[in-house]
């Protein structure tokens, strides 16, 4: 079978993962316009897994070793539904079940499925960017592709290190890219006026960004809690901060979607995958920004200082920022 030629992924600073073993990453990978059966079968077949059907609106592809894959459809009511057995003789399952395919039949208009794939090992990050090559060539659509889209493409890199001042760098160094970030990305109206990717408060980027501020694991989590006690962020940590203070997290929030794990969750990026010259190589070239800025203490140190600067100047725009940013904190 004919692949596009395959993106080459830049290296990240950081090689290790906090557990002192090679990094790995999630990938989610929202898109519309194929039935969800065929791309179960499709991924299954592509990667030599067996599909176990998990509902009517979630398969599980078994058979790697790095962990499960999951093609579902990305609205949990309905999922969730999904699971339950109808009886026939009954008149309240037979409601239920008109229920169900009435929104079943709306969901499928605006509500993309997704590909979720296990941790998998750097080296393997090629296989995601196959799998991509071959949604689009059966027809999968991203999120500019219709006005009813908002679909994205979320990385979650495991965190290098447990070590606060690496987490703190790694976010502080997201904060100065981020306006650099949305720019790039080109995101349509639709995914940009939801809540899903929103910014952190201009409080918290003033707070976490000066130089001075250097705290403790825990203070660090109630700083967060603090300004972003919500999963919609661009950049969403309550995952990795649950893995790291359960308690502290739920003090906050119990929001059943935040699932305890050792990663950064990565949202901001968009699905194009319509587009022939999109690959995941787009969002993966953004992150890899991040961490080389946030691994280079000096550079690190005078870009947060200028940021600084730019959020204090009532005359200093996005778009001024983001030149700078072009112009000086890239690695290229």
């Given at each position: 079978m004919y692949l596009s030629s395959r993106p080459q992924l830049q290296a990240?600073?950081?090689?290790?993962?906090?557990?002192?073993k090679p990094r790995r990453f999630g990938i989610e990978i929202e898109f519309s316009g194929l039935e969800l059966s065929d791309v179960a079968q499709l991924v299954a077949k592509q990667l030599k897994l067996k599909v176990q059907a998990d509902g009517r609106y979630r398969y599980k592809l078994t058979g790697?070793?790095?962990?499960?894959?999951?093609?579902?459809?990305d609205f949990q009511r309905l999922t969730k539904m999904g699971e339950q057995q109808f009886d026939s003789d009954s008149?309240?399952?037979?409601l239920q079940e008109s229920l169900e395919t009435m929104l079943a039949a709306v969901a499928k208009k605006v509500v993309p499925l997704?590909?979720?794939?296990?941790?998998?090992?750097?080296?393997?990050?090629?296989?995601v960017a196959d799998l991509i090559t071959l949604l689009h060539k059966?027809?999968?659509k991203g999120s500019s592709e219709s006005l009813?889209?908002?679909?994205g493409l979320q990385l979650n890199p495991e965190i290098p290190s447990a070590d606060v001042a690496v987490l703190l760098n790694i976010i502080q160094a997201f904060i100065c890219l981020q306006d650099w970030l949305r720019h790039r990305e080109q995101i349509d109206v639709v995914r940009s006026l939801t809540s899903f990717i929103e910014p952190y408060p201009k409080a918290y980027q003033r707070k976490i960004t000066d130089k001075h501020y250097q705290p403790e694991l825990n203070a660090l989590i109630d700083d967060y809690l603090q300004f972003n006690p919500t999963r919609n962020r661009a950049l969403d940590c309550l995952p990795l901060f649950l893995h790291l203070d359960k308690q502290r997290v739920r003090a906050v929030t119990a929001d059943k979607l935040i699932k305890a794990r050792p990663t950064f969750h990565y949202r901001l990026p968009s699905c194009e995958i319509h587009r022939q010259?999109?690959?995941?190589?787009?969002?993966?070239?953004?992150?890899?920004?991040?961490?080389?800025?946030?691994?280079?203490?000096q550079r690190l140190t005078d870009c947060m200082t200028a940021y600084q600067q730019h959020l204090a100047k009532l005359n200093s725009t996005t778009t001024s920022w983001i030149t700078r940013v072009e112009q000086t904190w890239l690695s290229r």
């Open positions: 990240l600073p950081w090689q290790s993962s906090y557990a002192n790697d070793k790095a962990g499960d894959w999951l093609v579902e459809l008149l309240t399952d037979n997704e590909l979720v794939t296990p941790p998998l090992a750097f080296a393997r990050l090629n296989e059966q027809g999968a009813h889209y908002a679909f010259d999109w690959n995941l190589q787009h969002a993966w070239d953004g992150w890899a920004e991040v961490e080389l800025l946030a691994a280079d203490h």
